[in-house]
């Protein structure tokens, strides 16, 4: 194929796109169903279950995911009691938000959940295979960035 030749099906954004929404659409079914998340919101509490308290600029960053997106998740997660939202101490116009009792809760029985899935996901692959994908995975979104 030229450089002046394109076939969507061929182009690296798009394969990583319908891979990654495949995914994501697969593993958010299960914690859809149990628990009523949708994949942002999720992300979001996976995020503050990992880095404890962050701002919503910290997770859009850490979560690459559109700042209109993280906001609405957020209000959503705290409108359930999932998260709260704290003073920033270093910053009078933002908040810190993290996990209640309860949003740590469902975290707890998520993971164990999604990782399940995951290790399904990844099971047609040998064990050298699922760490070279990782690895080529890290490298292109190095590359990326």
């Known amino acids: 194929m030229t450089d002046t030749q394109f076939s969507l099906a061929d182009f690296l954004p798009y394969q990583l796109s319908i891979a990654s929404n495949a995914v994501s659409n697969r593993i958010a079914s299960v914690y859809h169903d149990a628990f009523g998340l949708k994949v942002t919101e ?6 503050l279950g990992d880095a404890g308290a962050l701002t919503q600029r910290q997770l859009t960053e850490k979560t690459l995911m559109d700042k209109v997106a993280v906001n609405r998740g957020c209000k959503v997660l705290e409108g359930r009691g999932l998260v709260v939202r704290l003073p920033n101490r270093k910053d009078g116009r933002s908040h810190h938000l993290e996990l209640t009792d309860e949003g740590r809760a469902i975290h707890a029985k998520v993971v164990p959940m999604a990782r399940k ?3 399904s996901l990844l099971e047609p692959l040998t064990d050298q295979e699922r760490g070279q994908f990782m690895r080529l995975l890290e490298k292109v979104r190095q590359q990326a960035e």
Do not use: L
């Open 42 to 47: 999720w992300r979001i509490m996976a995020m």
């Open 117 to 119: 899935m995951e290790a």
